[in-house]
């Protein structure tokens, strides 16, 4: 089994079909190939292979307009996303509002892989608080599930992928146990400048989280705990563990790994879930529909092939949507079904962000040296102010992360652009001077914090417009609270004190909250819109991510999230994807499904 | 270029200085520079080959005339000049870049070009206007006084607003095509891009100068 034809699927008999095959599907698919499931999975996009589509090493010197972004690649040339964006052609998205404060915008990949092809591997636990939310501070919805039901698949999640970081035991910031975590690179100039000057402001820095393998994985110990039991599985993991390479500590993360030092879907998950010879992939899939049958279960689903344009239906004993959230959502939207609770499209989240850059003197003409090290998050500030919160101190009711960085980085064509504010706007040998002087004095400081679901934020079909294959396409509403601009304002405002106290200049002040917080979707962490809880009435999907109206259809992707802690979802979205995949192998079993 | 030629466009160039303005009518003033690019030109798609080698040009025609192209060279050279670590913008590309930039199909590529191309008139119409000479054939000094009035958006008078707009954006684009080639990033001082069997963090030295050890 492998890369199939449409045609070929249609002759086959499946376990289950994932529709989609990133993050969610691609956990999803790997968990039940790898524990003897026979699965199909539908991919909208091309087939994608990283060993050798990969930009290792390219300079900006080297790409049309020196790797600036631009419609096509708004993430710059060399970013790893292919066919999509802010736009994809001929399949729109809508907003009800022409008012840009209250749009959503939506980024796409249509790629084997999807987004774990690119993003930027940030991979943080939630934490105890955020599963009970709504019990802490009377706000959102509580997780029908504790932090320990997750812990033990946070733990796998992160031995198979490979997460460096450490243990500081801080709030609400989760440990993992000994042996999950591989060691956090050396931190930077940068890292260690921003850790004493924001300690002065009562701001803690801990080691970062991320996808990245500081070493190579231990292919001795880890199949055995990730596959008890699972002879067959444990060898065709370990003799794929030693194909990943450890990091180069060079070449940027967002354009792919050939090399495999880093998570993404197409080099961690689907190379061990294909050799077990139970996952059959079918690319330029897009799937329309989900199909009911008479006994009220999922039948399988309708797609279309991109290349022919022609309709396929394939069947299967579970259906998992795994499309990514609002793609999911469409799905199920477009199906009419697992929505008797009238809550899909409902309660759609991103993560609230801004951010404010400064020059900081001190690190002007530092003495050169390589500071690629793995490309983001040495270190990171989790959130530190639960107390006040909760105490009622700050006017905003959940926290924010610090992401943050400086230092020589790969130039591109921003690096001594718009110097005017430092040195009046000169030419010639003092330019050159100047340029020298000012790279790498700069700090970036960005903030990542909890949305709360509200009811002004969902989705519904539009009721024209369609994409180019006739699917109606989604209409996005959208309006931030007061706790998101509050919270927004709070971030510009401690970034400019942390400057402050680095001796640090910056070009504009901090701004307030509907200024400085970017637009929906724009951090590219939309969850929700098909939400988990404990009454069929008010949620979707239980905690596994079973539809209540249809025993057989999953959703494993970040649609069934009821909060958004600041702890970047997609960590908490494959640790979900594969309890969920558990418990369809443990019905299976038991022959419920 | 060829004295014909030179004279025609010295005169295009001047009549559209009076009135330079950018963005409204500059898409006529601006041809004097260039050849149009095409209303239904494509990019490079949304899914380019990310391992071959491109060239300006490749995907997209360059359109700047060869006068322009002479502008385009003196001025980038005037603002990354050789020094005794690097030689200047045009000998690694920068021209052959900006004139892709201002020819690509893209809004942000699509908005910098009247400001470049009419800048670049406004350029050899100034030139002409005090010294009798194409810009290029300018001594330093001669150069430098042209520069020295629109460089700084602080300090130059009002009547060079626009002309110091368009310097702004040349410098952005001379820099940005500078020191993004391997020349241009060890001249800044950029060290990676090194494949490492291991990261060491940073050298003592740096440690100090930032005040941390």
């Given at each position: 089994m492998s890369f199939i034809s449409s045609t070929q699927a249609d002759k086959n008999t499946y376990d289950v079909i994932v529709v989609g095959s990133g993050a969610a599907g691609g956990q999803t698919a790997y968990t039940l190939a790898m524990e003897g499931a026979r699965v199909l999975m539908l991919e909208a996009g091309r087939k994608y292979e990283p060993a050798t589509e990969t930009p290792m090493m390219q300079v900006n010197s080297q790409a049309p307009l020196r790797g600036a972004g631009t419609p096509e690649k708004p993430f710059g040339f060399w970013d790893a996303t292919i066919d999509g964006g802010w736009d994809v052609p001929g399949e729109p998205y809508t907003s009800a509002s022409d008012d840009p404060e209250r749009q959503f915008r939506w980024w796409r990949a249509r790629m084997l892989g999807g987004r774990t092809n690119h993003w930027g591997r940030i991979s943080l636990r939630n934490g105890p608080y955020d599963f009970k939310p709504h019990t802490r501070d009377g706000l959102g919805f509580d997780w029908p599930m504790n932090y320990q039901d997750l812990a033990p698949y946070y733990d796998k999640v992160e031995m198979l992928i490979g997460v460096y970081g450490e243990n500081d035991g801080l709030e609400n910031t989760p440990n993992s146990p000994d042996g999950v975590l591989l060691p956090a690179p050396k931190p930077l100039v940068s890292d260690l400048f921003f850790k004493k000057h924001a300690a002065k402001v009562g701001v803690p820095?801990?080691?970062?989280?991320?996808?990245?393998?500081?070493?190579?994985?231990?292919?001795?110990?880890?199949?055995?705990?990730?596959?008890?039991?699972?002879?067959?599985?444990?060898?065709?993991?370990?003799?794929?563990?030693?194909?990943?390479?450890a990091c180069i500590f060079a070449t940027p993360c967002g354009r792919g790994?050939?090399?495999?030092?880093?998570?993404?879907?197409?080099?961690?998950?689907?190379?061990?879930?294909?050799?077990?010879?139970?996952?059959?992939i079918v690319t330029d899939a897009m799937v329309r529909s989900v199909n009911r049958r008479k006994d009220g279960k999922a039948e399988g689903v309708t797609y279309i092939d991109r290349k022919t344009g022609a309709e396929h239906r394939v069947k299967a004993r579970i259906v998992v949507l795994a499309a990514s959230a609002l793609e999911s959502v469409r799905?199920?939207?477009?199906?009419?079904?697992?929505?008797?609770?009238?809550?899909?499209?409902?309660?759609?989240m991103d993560t609230v962000g801004a951010g404010l850059n400064g020059q900081v003197p001190l690190l002007e003409n530092m003495p050169l040296h390589n500071e690629d090290g793995v490309d983001g998050l040495h270190m990171y500030t989790p959130w530190w102010l639960y107390k006040e919160q909760l105490a009622g101190k700050l006017g905003f009711?959940?926290?924010?992360?610090?992401?943050?960085?400086?230092?020589?980085?790969?130039?591109?064509?921003?690096?001594?652009?718009?110097?005017?504010?430092?040195?009046?706007?000169?030419?010639?040998?003092?330019?050159?001077?100047?340029?020298?002087?000012?790279?790498?004095?700069?700090?970036?400081?960005t903030g990542r914090g909890e949305m709360i679901p509200n009811e002004n934020c969902y989705a519904e079909l539009d009721p024209t417009v369609k994409d180019k294959f006739g699917?109606?396409?989604?209409?996005?509403?959208?309006?931030?609270?007061?706790?998101?601009?509050?919270?927004?304002?709070?971030?510009?405002?401690?970034?400019?004190?942390?400057?402050?106290?680095?001796?640090?200049?910056?070009?504009?002040?901090?701004?307030?909250?509907?200024?400085?917080?970017?637009?929906?979707?724009?951090?590219?962490?939309?969850?929700?819109?098909?939400?988990?809880?404990?009454?069929?009435?008010?949620?979707?999907?239980?905690?596994?991510?079973?539809?209540?109206?249809?025993?057989?259809l999953f959703i494993t992707d970040g649609a069934t999230l009821c909060s958004n802690a600041d702890k970047n979802p997609t960590l908490t979205i494959m640790a979900l994807a594969w309890r969920s995949a558990d418990h369809m192998l443990s019905l299976m079993k038991r022959k419920e499904l | 270029m060829d004295r014909r030629t030179t004279i025609k466009w010295m005169f295009a160039a001047a009549?559209?200085?009076p009135s330079l303005r950018f963005g409204i009518g500059s898409a006529l003033a601006g041809d004097?520079?260039?050849?149009?690019?095409?209303?239904?030109?494509?990019?490079?798609?949304?899914?380019?080959?990310?391992?071959?080698?491109?060239?300006?040009?490749?995907?997209?025609?360059?359109?700047?005339?060869?006068?322009?192209?002479?502008?385009?060279?003196?001025?980038?050279?005037l603002i990354i000049p050789a020094d005794d670590v690097s030689p200047a913008a045009s000998a690694v590309g920068v021209v052959d870049f900006i004139d892709e930039w201002i020819s690509a199909p893209y809004p942000q590529q699509r908005g910098d070009r009247p400001t470049v191309l009419n800048g670049l008139l406004w350029i050899e119409a100034e030139s002409q206007k005090r010294f009798g000479q194409a810009f290029p054939a300018l001594s330093d000094a001669q150069r430098a006084q042209i520069a020295d009035d629109i460089c700084s958006p602080a300090k130059s008078k009002a009547e060079f607003a626009d002309a110091v707009k368009f310097f702004s954006k040349f410098r952005d684009l001379t820099a940005g095509g500078f020191y993004t080639t391997p020349v241009g990033m060890n001249d800044i001082g950029y060290r990676g891009n090194v494949p490492l069997t291991s990261f060491e963090g940073p050298p003592l030295e740096a440690l100090k100068k930032a005040g941390l050890a």
């Open positions: 820095t801990i080691a970062g989280h991320r996808a990245v393998l500081t070493t190579r994985l231990d292919h001795k110990r880890l199949p055995a705990l990730l596959h008890p039991g699972n002879a067959k599985a444990q060898a065709i993991l370990a003799a794929d563990m030693q194909k990943r390479s790994c050939s090399i495999r030092a880093n998570y993404q879907s197409t080099t961690v998950h689907l190379p061990p879930a294909l050799d077990t010879g139970n996952l059959d799905i199920l939207l477009n199906s009419g079904v697992a929505n008797s609770s009238g809550k899909v499209g409902k309660y759609i009711a959940r926290g924010y992360h610090i992401e943050f960085g400086g230092g020589r980085d790969l130039p591109g064509m921003g690096i001594a652009s718009g110097l005017e504010w430092l040195n009046g706007g000169t030419y010639g040998k003092q330019f050159k001077e100047d340029a020298r002087r000012y790279y790498g004095s700069f700090m970036w400081l699917i109606p396409v989604l209409r996005f509403h959208w309006k931030w609270s007061e706790h998101e601009l509050g919270q927004a304002a709070h971030m510009e405002k401690t970034f400019a004190d942390i400057l402050d106290a680095m001796g640090g200049r910056y070009s504009r002040k901090p701004q307030a909250g509907n200024k400085a917080i970017k637009q929906g979707g724009v951090i590219i962490h939309e969850v929700g819109g098909a939400i988990m809880g404990t009454d069929s009435k008010k949620s979707v999907t239980n905690s596994f991510g079973q539809c209540w109206d249809m025993k057989n | 009549a559209t200085v004097a520079a260039a050849r149009d690019v095409a209303a239904n030109q494509a990019g490079y798609g949304t899914d380019p080959d990310l391992v071959k080698e491109w060239k300006p040009g490749g995907p997209w025609p360059l359109t700047l005339t060869a006068n322009a192209r002479a502008t385009t060279r003196a001025l980038c050279d």
